[in-house]
């Protein structure tokens, strides 16, 4: 089921959100960026840099900036028939700079119920 990602009607990228955990409210999948993500793609590499991918020790500091940064987005999810979705956490995974072949991808909490009745 393809899902939209928009800042402010700008259409960030696409994910079918092919993996869920109903009972937490979590889908996620990978993530194909559209020309929007580029006006994004600064927040969500703030997370990458503050919790390296090698497991060493995260940034308290740089976690806390991502936080705010990527909150104050607003971003909306939309499912494929172009409902937005009520949600309260949207995040992107792009380790794209310390690994070329690791696919990005969206995680999202989704706290429409009507939403995982349709998924069930």
Known sequence: MPH??????????????????????????????????????????LFARAVPQDGSARNAAGLERYYKARDALNLELQDGGGRTLRTSAIHIVDYSVESAETPLRLDVLIKDEAYWESRV
Do not use: C, K, M, Q
């Open 4 to 45: 939209t990602l928009r800042l402010h009607g700008v259409i960030v990228g696409h994910s079918d959100l092919e993996n869920v955990e109903s009972e937490l409210g979590r889908a996620w999948g990978i993530f194909r960026p559209a020309e929007g993500y580029e006006l994004v793609r600064p927040v969500f590499r």
